[in-house]
C-alpha cells in the first residue's frame, strides 16, 4: 500500500507529488511532475527513510503543510505512477483529504488519534452509507 498525493501550482510548470511507503523502513519521497517536453528533468526533492512509521507520518504530514503553505493546491489524482498533471485540475475535497489523514493515523498513531480522524469523517461522504 501506498499514499500518494499531488500538488498543483499554477501555471502547473513546477507541480510535486510526495509519496508514503510504509514498512519496515517507512519512506517519503518528493518528487517534481514537470516532465514536458524540453523541460529541464528535476527528479526528486526529497527522499528519506525512517525506522519509526510515526517519525515518516509526521515529516509527511509536514511536508504537505509546507506545500500547501507555498501555494501549492492538493488535487483529486490517484495514480502513484503519473508524471504530469493536466492543466487545472480538481482540488482534493476535505473529506478525501481526511481519509487520507486516517490512513497516515493508522500507520503510525495511537488508536485514540486514529478515534478522532474517523469521527472528523462521520457528517461527509466518507462516513455515509451508500444507498442501492
Known sequence: MRL??????????DDRG???MPGDEPTVIGKYMNEAPGARKKDEFLRKAYSKP???VATFRRQAAELTA????ET???DYMLRNLLPDPEPKPDWQKGLDDLMLAAMG???D???KYLAALRDT????PRRR
Do not use: M
Open 54 to 56: 510515526k517519525t515518516a
Open 70 to 73: 507555498a501555494g501549492y493546491v
Open 125 to 128: 461522504p466518507a462516513g455515509t
Open 4 to 13: 500518494v498525493k499531488f500538488f498543483h501550482r499554477p501555471p502547473g510548470d
Open 113 to 115: 488519534v486514529q478515534a
Open 18 to 20: 510526495l509519496l508514503f
Open 76 to 78: 483529486t489524482h490517484t
Open 109 to 111: 498513531e495511537p488508536l
